[in-house]
């Protein structure tokens, strides 16, 4: 019977030759993770369920990324619950400040993903590791929890859109323009339940980064996972961080789509999601004059490497508007590192940002850059919700780095054609 | 089994940083996050839902970020259900298994108000209003997750697994 990659992968954790959507499974799980604002529960859980010991202590990867370095007493009461439970678990994977980054940009980056894995996460943004052509979803505590305890967890076979890309991108369109548009027209629920397939020869010449940053949002549209069948790109990726030996599924040419969806790119211009929702989208040229108080460059979304370099072109030999706060969160030590090494850094700070340590930041309204009433910020991160990044009677306007870039250069939203 | 309470209404997309916002997600104690549950977007909310009341909504419900703070807020305040046009799929997942029942109704979702008094029979998905007015029958909540809601969530029900299968 013929199977999309997601069927694939999904039939092989479960043990079946074939699965179709709608079949309640239970698959054994690869990698399960958890950060320091979902293991606490997670932790209780596993602790109720009664088991002793994690399924397996080299496949249970612990982040601390939220609030760390800790924000306030509680927070640090929280991650303190992780790290001793790593201790207590001989948790082989355990990142804590310092050597730990956004989880979704290091799990990859330290070749823990590869084609063809079932990784699950305490976390909606699990999705991200799709991008690797690996099945790859978020849950809550409980149902981590008792896949620490167990190493396995049911699921239902999702139904799968395939979304093919093709055309021609215009000037400073990427990833995240692609998804941002994707999520306009088909709205926050219009993948509910489903797997978003991301194919295409606009796809296929996409840098990794920018992969990530597409399946990563696919639950902005309410999916179960984004992925995107592996090649060269993805399998040159992995060889050079992972001892893991990639799977490679591709979907069969007859595969049962529950919808396959074309997206010409020739008219996609860079993307602005108005708040309060991700799916409120306009072309740059039809933003009009937004004036902003705050632009954060960083998160799972947008806080790789690339995207510093490409905000850094827009930045250099310029200073960002006066009385604007530029926030820049490089995803990982890593690339905080190479950052530096390349002068990238050095250029933001020129230009007037202030660089935080490698962790989710403001993006969730945590810390590092919370919103006052009325503020209007332009991030690069996933949501836009009412409140997302502070005060609820705050803004949050979502855009790719190089617009972000620009917008902190001009004070207002507007890209990089307008400098 | 049946849920009586009064009815709480919301919209459409209504997201898990709406049902408790980030800064509050820094305990994960269920008494201390019900204090603060829609804090921002219905701020009477805390205070005044009682045990059994039900919340009803459109499309969506759930959507965002995985904290299962959200569902936990929610069922520590009393909520003894949720009906919705449809639900975000980690917070469905999450609120059964934390033994928060569910149910999916476009009727219920459209013909309700906030304050009525209803009765929600959870196994035949049967809902009337106390006065006797309105009558709607809900898809009922698939066999797999009753018996997860019957068992109080997804923790119990693995003990129990674990247990018949020793």
């Keep these: ?419 | 089994m049946q849920i009586r309470g009064k009815v709480w209404k919301f919209g459409d997309n209504i997201d898990t940083d709406a049902i408790i916002p980030a800064r509050y997600i820094n305990v994960s104690d269920g008494d201390e996050l019900a204090k603060v549950c829609f804090a921002d977007h219905r701020p009477e909310f805390a205070n005044d839902v009682s045990n059994g009341d039900i919340v009803i909504a459109g499309r969506n419900f759930g959507c965002g970020s995985s904290r299962e703070h959200a569902p936990l807020a929610l069922k520590t305040a009393g909520v003894g259900v949720i009906m919705a046009k449809s639900f975000a799929r980690i917070f469905y997942r999450n609120a059964f298994n934390i033994g928060l029942p569910l149910i999916e109704s476009e009727e219920a979702s459209e013909g309700l108000s906030d304050g009525e008094e209803i009765v929600v029979d959870l196994a035949t998905g049967q809902v009337e209003s106390t006065n006797g007015q309105k009558s709607f029958s809900a898809k009922p909540i698939p066999d797999f997750m009753r018996e997860l809601v019957q068992a109080g969530g997804l923790v119990n029900y693995l003990k129990v697994k674990k247990i018949k299968e020793k």
């Design chain 1, 1 to 419: 019977m013929s199977m999309t990659i997601t069927e694939k992968i999904l039939a092989r954790h479960a043990g079946e030759k074939t699965v179709s959507p709608g079949d309640l499974i239970e698959v054994m799980v690869d990698l399960a993770y958890a950060h320091d604002l979902t293991a606490p529960l997670a932790i209780e859980s596993f602790r109720k369920i009664g088991v002793k010991k994690v399924f397996d202590d080299e496949k249970v990867i612990l982040v601390a990324d939220h609030f760390v370095p800790n924000k306030d007493i509680q927070s640090a009461q929280q991650a303190k619950i992780m790290r001793e439970f790593a201790r207590e678990q001989d948790i082989k994977y355990y990142f804590e400040v310092g050597e730990s980054g956004i989880g979704h940009v290091i799990l990859p980056e330290k070749g823990f993903i590869v084609p063809g894995q079932l990784i699950v996460g305490a976390d909606s943004h699990t999705c991200t590791y799709g991008a690797l052509g690996a099945f790859s979803t978020g849950v809550g505590s409980t149902d981590l929890g008792a896949v620490m305890a167990t190493g396995e967890m049911w699921l239902r076979v999702p139904p799968t859109i395939r979304f093919e890309f093709r055309g021609n991108l215009l000037p400073w369109v990427q990833g995240k323009d692609l998804i941002l548009s994707t999520i306009g027209q088909i709205g926050v629920e219009g993948a509910l339940y489903s797997a978003m397939e991301f194919a295409g020869p606009v796809i296929n010449e996409l840098p990794m980064y920018q992969r990530f940053t597409m399946t990563n949002m696919a639950v902005e549209a309410g999916a179960k996972n984004g992925i995107i069948e592996p090649d060269d790109i993805t399998l040159s990726y992995v060889k050079e961080r992972s001892s893991y030996e990639p799977v490679v599924y591709r979907s069969d040419s007859d595969a049962q789509y529950e919808r396959v969806m074309t997206i010409t790119v020739d008219t996609i211009e860079p993307q602005v999601a108005f708040p309060p929702s991700p799916a409120n989208v306009r072309n740059i040229s039809d933003v009009g004059n937004i004036e902003i108080d705050q632009v954060f460059i960083g998160s799972c979304t947008n806080g790789w490497l690339e995207d510093l370099r490409n905000a850094e072109r827009i930045l250099k030999g310029k200073c960002i508007a006066r009385g604007l706060r530029l926030i820049v969160i490089p995803g990982s030590p890593l690339i905080y590192r190479k950052a530096i090494e390349e002068g990238i850094i050095e250029t933001f700070l020129n230009a007037g940002a202030v660089i935080g340590p490698p962790c989710c930041g403001p993006c969730l309204g945590g810390h590092m850059g919370i919103l006052a009433d009325g503020e209007k910020a332009v991030s690069t991160t996933n949501r836009n919700f009412v409140g997302r990044m502070g005060h609820p009677g705050s803004e949050v306007y979502l855009a790719n780095p190089c617009v972000a870039a620009a917008s902190a250069v001009l004070g207002r939203i507007g890209g990089p054609d307008d400098l």
